[in-house]
């Protein structure tokens, strides 16, 4: 027998001696990925950019103007709106940490994360669906406890269905197919969330504004029930767990012992202060050109992102993607400079430097994941458990107190810039900053482009203390392959 049917290659050698297969039955290198599973992978990113597109944009306007239409009692809805979101968020933070130990400790059949999504995708759809519409015949109170319901009901199902979407992380052992597909979703998400302003702008010519608030949360809502249901149903789970218990020790505190999840859990909360880009150039747009006006500013961030997401799916083949999060902050804190430094008066060259300032958006909503993705098999390379779920749940409340401080902050910081609100009836924004226009919109530069430009270069220098490559890498891959193959054989009934 040949050396090489020795090796028992996946596919059998032509006479001409060219290898169809390049990868033997156990190489590192094997991709597992089935043609439905891409196409899951990738409609749930699709599905999942429409139902956030959905709701960031429309969700508090059909509130105000279609399920709230016709009462006068604005002061008692703004007040029970902010005790709704209070409600939530108690719901959420008591819920979280439940559901992330639940979740960590399911054993089944078919996986960890698949019975949840495929449990919960229906009740998650139908309460969005029910978060676009009025039922008539209620009175005020009645529609207040009707908004209440549904959206805790929805945010508790949403919470599971996320924690669920772990199961990219344990979709396939080859973290090269891995990073390649997370990388690629970025992309479908960002092109699914603006599919909800077209589809608004082209039923606005055939029915009603208050009725298009109804029709697009119901088609968005299906929409995500059917491509959730390919993700969770289509795609397998294929990295194999420990039948050891998981205590809330080693699942919540422990990650933090070790240097990679605490560097990325610290930039990750850097990041939330980067994204006063997104709260200031509403700001800016409003003194610079007016309200009215403001999509000339978000058109080439936008279009900027997009760029930088395909950028950065092209670059990640060829360039490592810790590599690439090491430099994409110098680069973020020149452009944010420049930006600075010129001002938002300055015409063409502003827009053209603010296209390229989007491109750091694009590069930042695909590297983390691809590198997260590696610390957790970090994570049980050391502690022998996946912790992806798990691991989440102290830096969540991390998350939400840095992100109150942050929005806490940027109202004082208003105030340090001199902004002014409209004092007179019928004033613009534009008009009441008019006199300090220049100065005002120059501090709101910095806040929108100066101070995440610093952040992200912090970000990037961060990531040069995380070291899994090279050699380091390869001994985890290989000493994770074992690991598997001894859970596999303690738990053959749970092979996926």
């Given amino acids: 027998m040949s050396l090489l049917a020795k090796e028992k290659y996946l596919f059998p050698i032509p006479k001409n001696g060219r290898l169809f297969a390049r990868f033997k039955k156990d190489d590192k290198n094997k991709l597992y990925l089935s043609k439905g599973e891409v196409i899951a992978l990738n409609g749930r990113a699709g599905g999942l950019g429409c139902w956030s597109g959905m709701t960031s ?9 279609v399920l709230f239409a016709g009462f006068d009692y604005q002061t008692e809805i703004v007040s029970r709106m902010v005790i709704i979101t209070i409600l939530s968020s108690i719901i959420e933070f008591v819920v979280y940490p439940i559901a992330g130990m639940m979740i960590s400790r399911t054993r089944t059949r078919i996986g960890r994360y698949r019975p949840y999504g495929l449990l919960l995708t229906l009740p998650l759809s139908l309460s969005g669906a029910l978060m676009f519409i009025s039922p008539p015949g209620m009175d005020l109170q009645q529609k207040i406890i009707y908004v209440t319901v549904v959206t805790s009901a929805f945010n508790v199902f949403n919470l599971f269905i996320n924690l669920a979407f772990n199961l990219v992380q344990v979709n396939t052992p080859n973290d090269k197919e891995r990073g390649k597909w997370i990388a690629f979703s970025g992309i479908m998400q960002t092109i699914g969330s603006v599919v909800p302003l077209g589809a608004f702008k082209v039923l606005s010519y055939f029915i009603p504004e208050a009725s298009i608030f109804t029709v697009l949360g119901i088609m968005f809502a299906v929409v995500m029930m059917v491509t959730y249901y390919m993700f969770f149903g289509l795609c397998k789970e294929r990295v194999e767990y420990t039948n050891k218990k998981l205590n809330i020790k080693t699942g919540v505190l422990d990650p933090y012992r070790h240097k990679p999840f605490l560097i990325y859990t610290i930039a990750q909360l850097l990041r939330t202060f980067a994204a006063f880009t997104g709260i200031a150039t509403p700001f800016l747009a409003a003194v610079v050109l007016g309200a009215e006006n403001a999509i000339l500013f978000s058109l080439p961030t936008g279009a900027g992102t997009a760029f930088g997401l395909v950028l950065c799916n092209i670059m990640i083949r060829k360039v490592k993607p810790l590599y690439l999060m090491r430099g994409i902050g110098f680069y973020s804190a020149a452009v944010g400079l420049a930006l600075t430094v010129i001002g938002p008066f ?11 300032y989007g491109i750091t958006y694009g590069f930042h909503n695909v590297l983390p994941n691809v590198i997260v993705a590696d610390i957790y098999d970090y994570l049980e390379w050391k502690t022998g458990f996946r912790l992806e779920v798990s691991g989440t749940i102290l830096s969540n409340y991390l998350q939400k107190g840095v992100t109150t401080l942050r929005d806490s902050l940027f109202v004082v910081m208003l105030a340090w810039a001199g902004y002014k609100v409209p004092q007179a009836a019928g004033e613009t924004i534009y008009q009441a900053n008019l006199a300090n226009q220049q100065s005002v919109g120059r501090i709101l530069m910095f806040y929108a482009v100066g101070i995440p430009g610093i952040f992200f270069l912090i970000i990037s220098i961060l990531y040069f203390f995380i070291d ?16 598997r193959k001894r859970y596999k054989a303690e738990n053959p009934s749970e092979a996926a």
């Avoid at 944009?57 to 103007?65: A, D, G, L, P, V």
């Avoid at 300055?346 to 390229?356: E, S």
Wanted: no cysteine; proline share 3%; net charge positive.
């Fill in 57 to 65: 944009t429309y969700r508090t306007m059909f509130i105000t103007s």
């Fill in 346 to 356: 300055a015409g063409i060259p502003f827009y053209i430097l603010y296209f390229m």
């Fill in 468 to 483: 899994i490559e090279g050699k380091k890498k390869e001994e985890m891959r290989q000493a994770l392959v074992e690991m």
